[in-house]
């Protein structure tokens, strides 16, 4: 899986104590791996359809050119068309008929082994003045998926509006949407293979969205606040 590395600076109003700090970066790291490895999921399942399909349609296309060759016999018993018929719905079956369990595959994955040694998320820069922040380096898209989930909960914690129980409880389905928005793309991507909804929504929890909720909570105790875009 080829990847463009980015940076993400996160304003910090405090570092911690050592077990905060500890638990932050563990939290930071775990957050990109897992939403690294789910996007490296999405695309090797792509591929592999694509594969899938070619052998398939290498095969229909070898079977109908034998199925020519053998109707123009005069003994030919059956229905040409028939034949044409079986060989299709055989290969379009085939083809669409192969999905796994999306639970059972992220069990088995490997993340010291699916994230690459270049794309490993390194600390790039720190500043350990009030307020200060964490740089980080990494793949783009987890990095971007980070940067837009602190941007937004950050704002949101902001707004006043959201004082409220109603206007809180709102809110925070306004930020599932969003968070569904930015792997959007993956989660179309999964719905053409044939994956149920609930497959797909209960992937996307274990995947994306609980480990950004672990680094949320970091904001929840102001030690970080949102991505520094400048």
């Given at each position: ?63 109908r ?17 028939m ?11 085939r083809?669409k008929?192969?999905s ?131």
């Amino acid at each position: 899986m080829e990847t463009e590395l980015t940076s993400l600076r996160i304003k910090a109003e405090r570092l911690g104590t050592i077990p905060e700090v500890t638990t932050f970066l563990t939290d930071l790291e775990t957050a990109y791996n897992s939403i690294y490895a789910f996007n490296f999921l999405v695309d090797t399942l792509e591929q592999d359809r694509h594969r899938r399909l070619r052998q398939f349609a290498e095969h229909f296309h070898r079977y109908r050119k034998y199925w020519k060759e053998f109707s123009d016999r005069k003994d030919f018993p059956f229905d040409p068309f028939m034949y044409e018929m079986f060989f299709e719905e055989y290969a379009l079956s085939r083809a669409k008929g192969f999905s796994p369990n999306l639970l059972e595959l992220q069990s088995k994955i490997d993340i010291e082994k699916v994230v690459l040694p270049s794309d490993r998320l390194v600390i790039s820069k720190v500043n350990i003045q009030s307020p200060g922040f964490w740089e980080v380096l990494g793949s783009l898209n987890p990095l971007q998926q980070i940067r837009e989930y602190l941007k937004d909960r950050h704002e949101r914690q902001k707004d006043k509006e959201f004082r409220n129980k109603q206007e809180k409880e709102k809110g925070e389905l306004d930020l599932e949407e969003q968070r569904n928005k930015i792997i959007s793309q993956r989660i179309d991507i999964l719905k053409s293979l044939g994956h149920s909804e609930t497959e797909i929504r209960q992937l996307v929890m274990v995947m994306v969205t609980q480990p950004l909720n672990r680094l949320g909570r970091h904001q929840d105790n102001n030690q970080i606040e949102g991505p520094d875009e400048q």
